[in-house]
Structures are given as C-alpha cells and as structure tokens.
C-alpha cells in the first residue's frame, strides 16, 4: 500500500482566502443587523414623534409604529443574510413558500392581525377609554394597542392583554365614550314613609353634587316592592366624576336619611329564617 500523505499548507493557502471572505462577511452581517436594528429604531421614534405632533389618534400611533417595527427589521435582516451569500431571489423564494406554512400554522396571530386593523378603522374605542369585555370578565382603561394585543389597565393596577382578533369579535362597552353619562339609583325605603318628604330629601341632597343638567334630576317611586318602596333616582353627570359622584350621591342619601328619620328597611323575614336554622343546627348537634 502507498501510503498517501496531505499536505495542509497547501489546503490551508487553498482555504484562507474563502475563509476570511466567510469571516468577513459574517461580520458585515453583524454590523448591518447591530445598525440596522439601531437605525429602525430611531425610525420609528421619529415616526411616532411626528405622528404625535399632528394629534393621531394614540392606538394608531401604536399600532402603526409596532407594524413599521417589525417591517424595518425584516428588511434588515434580509440586507444581512443577501450578504452571506444567499441571493435575493432565493429569500424571496423561500419566505413566500415559508409564508404559506406559517400562515396556516398562525391563523390566529393572522385574525389578531386583522382584528387590529378592523379596531382601528371602526374605533370602537380609544386608548384612554374605560371598556368593558362583555363575557369575559376582563374590563380596564386601554393602555395601549400592538399589532397582536390590546392591553387593559385595571383599577387595581394589573395588566390584561387581549388579543385584537378576540376585541374585534366580542361585544364591547365603552363607558367613557360619551362626555356625560346617567346616574340611576334604586333606593328602597319603609312603607310608611312620607313620600313628598323623601323625594324632596333625595332631590335637595342630588342638587349639591356635581350635575351637568340640575334641572333634569328625576326623583320617583321606580316600585312597590314586598317589604318596601323602591325610590328613582336619575342624573346626569360628566364621564370623569360619574364613579365619584355615585358614591358620594349613596353616602350622603343615607346620612340625610338617618337625620330625618326615613327608614331604609332590611328583609326580617330572611334574618329569621337564618336565625331559625342556626338554632336548629345548635340543637341538633346537641
């Protein structure tokens, strides 16, 4: 056998040469992806500050900016890889077949998608709006919307994140759209009340608060229930203090009340019965 022997400095001359183009290329495409991430980010900053500036509506600004985002870097990324090497042609080629794929595997990324769009065109709400999720439980201020999710800021301060697909597709209760909103008390109070005084009690208590429309204030016997009246009341007040001027409305109701001795009465016969059944079950385990 002849024994066959390799002579690595000629290899190493053969290789070099591609080895450090490789090399250099590689750190080319780092740098173009280090500046360029850089470069999309002031982008974008520059984008939001002039959309800001000509008073765009806050979850477009957001919406738009995380789409022209993620755009400028796909073209980043993109420029880094054509400089390894791979042509243009080929990327295109292999992200439209690829497309395909992660669509049907990402059909509800895809909805959210749409669903954001479907938002901001229809604008059921705003960010800064207090809105309700009907059927789910979730409810908080818009803080901000993406291309996928919409997160909610709860009162407690927690963060709920929604997807748009999920928004686009549920009803929804915005209640801060409108600039005024109607107070509707139910209050019950004793049968033997006198009614003139009550209602001139619960309007005289309803005109010290913070009413856009004073002369609009209806107080009235709403129903004649089992164990009491049930007394209306109904105001309108602004967005901002309706919360406020609810709570404010029930404590200083009460406390008027008590100073004109009006009952507010409580169902006795439900007391008893609970009475009743904690004094069977002492005795039964007597």
């Not at 009340?193 to 309803?206: F, G, N, P």
Request: aromatic share 8%.
């Amino acid at each position: 056998m002849i024994a066959s022997s390799v002579n690595w400095n000629v290899v190493l001359n053969h290789y070099t040469d591609q080895i450090l183009d490789f090399a250099l290329n590689i750190l080319v495409a780092l740098i173009i992806i280090g500046v360029g991430f850089k470069l999309s980010k002031w982008l974008v900053s520059l984008f939001r500050k002039g959309m800001e500036k000509r008073k765009v509506d806050l979850g477009v600004v957001t919406f738009s900016c995380s789409f022209l985002k993620i755009a400028l870097r796909c073209i980043v990324i993109f420029m880094a890889v054509e400089r390894l090497g791979v042509k243009g042609t080929s990327i295109v080629a292999l992200f439209g077949s690829a497309g395909v794929a992660v669509g049907l595997a990402l059909q509800g990324s895809l909805s959210n998608i749409a669903g954001g769009v479907l938002l901001l065109i229809l604008k059921p709400f705003q960010v800064g709006d207090y809105i309700v999720v009907d059927g789910t439980g979730c409810e908080g201020e818009v803080a901000s919307m993406d291309i996928f999710y919409t997160k909610l800021k709860t009162v407690d301060n927690r963060v709920i994140v929604i997807p748009n697909g999920t928004l686009s597709n549920s009803n929804l209760i915005n209640n801060t759209k409108q600039d005024s909103r109607l107070i509707d008390l139910k209050i019950g109070i004793a049968y033997d009340s006198d009614i003139q005084k009550v209602k001139e009690t619960m309007l005289h208590v309803a005109k010290k608060e913070h009413m856009t429309q004073d002369e609009n204030i209806q107080v009235f016997v709403s129903d004649l229930a089992d164990s009491s009246v049930i007394m209306g009341l109904r105001a309108w007040v602004s967005t901002e203090v309706y919360v406020s001027t609810k709570w404010s409305l029930l404590e200083h109701i009460k406390d008027a009340f008590d100073r004109e001795g009006i009952e507010i009465p409580y169902n006795k016969l439900d007391v008893n019965v609970v009475e009743m059944k904690g004094t069977d079950q002492e005795q039964s385990t007597v």
